[in-house]
């Protein structure tokens, strides 16, 4: 069993910053893709920036150039910068891996499947 713990997130001005980060249990390599989603009260939850098998990242259009993944593979932990914070990122943000069923990174895994951590809250106010 996969787990992720997020932490980092808080109270925040607009235009302000925050760090994220996202520690798994085993390692990074292991899975298909590891990221961040967020979900905003009465909206659907959507992907914010992941990485992709071979390091590739994505990111949602509205967070481009003010939000940055990265990673530390030596602990495990995928992070998220989040600069020049507006009102509308206000959200909690949930760490997630997808992983294959088979071997890969030396585990194995039964089935597809994605796993998520509990969720952080940011939010941007004044």
């Known amino acids: 069993q996969v787990q992720l713990v997020e932490s980092g997130g808080g109270l925040v001005q607009p235009g302000g910053s925050l760090r994220l980060s996202c520690t798994a249990s085993?390692?990074?390599?292991?899975?298909?893709?590891m990221g961040w989603y967020r979900q905003a009260p009465g909206k659907q939850s959507e992907l914010v920036a992941r990485?992709?098998?071979?390091?590739?990242?994505n990111y949602v259009d509205s967070v481009k150039g003010r939000f940055t993944i990265s990673r530390d593979s030596a602990k495990n932990t995928v992070y998220l910068q989040m600069n020049s914070l507006k009102p509308e990122d206000t959200a909690v943000y949930l760490c997630?891996?997808?992983?294959?069923?088979?071997?890969?990174?030396?585990?194995?895994?039964?089935?597809?499947?994605?796993?998520w951590g509990r969720g952080t809250q940011v939010t941007v106010s004044s």
């Open positions: 997630n891996a997808d992983v294959s069923k088979g071997y890969s990174g030396g585990y194995y895994y039964p089935a597809a499947r994605d796993f």
């Open positions: 085993r390692s990074i390599f292991s899975f298909n893709a």
């Open positions: 990485f992709t098998s071979g390091g590739n990242t």
